[in-house]
């Protein structure tokens, strides 16, 4: 399904006062794919990716993996491996609050990316972290089960979808 953030900001804010929530503009377009969609998976880390590839192992379909990363710039989060795992289970894309690596090679592969920024160096492997809570960065809440919108435009929340079937 096509959209564009701009129209979906216009129907939906005009029409049912303030649906969509919109992510700050800090965010670097990455990946193959230039708008994606899906309800929001949630993770959040620190300089700790194990818990991402545990996430793009499972199922994907319809989804995004949003990544707290806590901002930090010292590390990659997401790789192209990880991000051949995420394409090969069936993720629509993920944002990821913090950076990633192997960037040419990731837009390469049909999966929306937004990011911070690249980074070379790989992050720590201890498994800490928590899954499926409410992150907020970029001045909005990101709550699991609500759906998400990217383009080259911006990033729009939203508590139910905003198209058809």
Known sequence: MTFKTPDLCDEFEAELGKTVRVLAPMFQRYGGRKSFSGQIVTLKIFEDNSLVREMFAENGVGKVLVIDGGGSLR?????DQLAILAKTNGWEGAVVYGCIRDSGDINEIDLGIRALNTHPQKSIKKGVGDRNIA????????????????????VLLSANSLLPS
């Open 75 to 79: 590390c990659a989060l997401l790789g």
């Open 135 to 154: 992150v907020t960065f970029g001045g909005v809440t990101f709550n699991p089960g609500e759906w998400l919108y990217a383009d080259e435009d911006g």
